[in-house]
């Protein structure tokens, strides 16, 4: 049963930096779609960032070019770094994972998730 645990969140001022964790508890095959979404107060949980098991990454339009995700060589920690933060992007951030190679943009469809991590810019 794999259990996923996000770290690295905090607050941090406008245009500030952070890099997110997400440990797997076991070794999790490359060929899953891992991802993370956030969810900010009063709002729907969306995705922002996707790896999928071939290696793409996508993006949410609202977070390209600032936010980049990435996994260590060991396939046990799933990165997010976020750049140029902005008071939008607080929220708490989701590690989560899937059986398959492909990743969806809606939630549901995530069958792995991690306990969250707050992040608060101002």
């Known amino acids: 049963h794999v259990q996923l645990v996000e770290s690295g969140g905090g607050s941090v001022q406008t245009g500030g930096s952070l890099r997110l964790s997400c440990v797997a508890s076991?070794?999790?095959?490359?060929?899953?779609?891992m991802a993370w979404f956030r969810q900010a107060p009063g709002k729907e949980r969306e995705g922002v960032a996707f790896?999928?098991?071939?290696?793409?990454?996508t993006y949410a339009d609202s977070v390209r070019g600032r936010f980049l995700i990435s996994k260590d060589a060991a396939n046990l920690t799933l990165y997010l770094h976020l750049n140029s933060l902005q008071s939008d992007d607080t929220a708490v951030y989701y590690c989560?994972?899937?059986?398959?190679?492909?990743?969806?943009?809606?939630?549901?469809?995530?069958?792995?998730w991690g306990q969250g991590t707050q992040v608060t810019v101002s």
């Open positions: 076991v070794y999790m095959h490359t060929n899953r779609c």
């Open positions: 790896l999928g098991g071939a290696g793409s990454k």
């Open positions: 989560a994972a899937r059986e398959r190679s492909a990743c969806p943009v809606v939630a549901g469809l995530y069958t792995i």
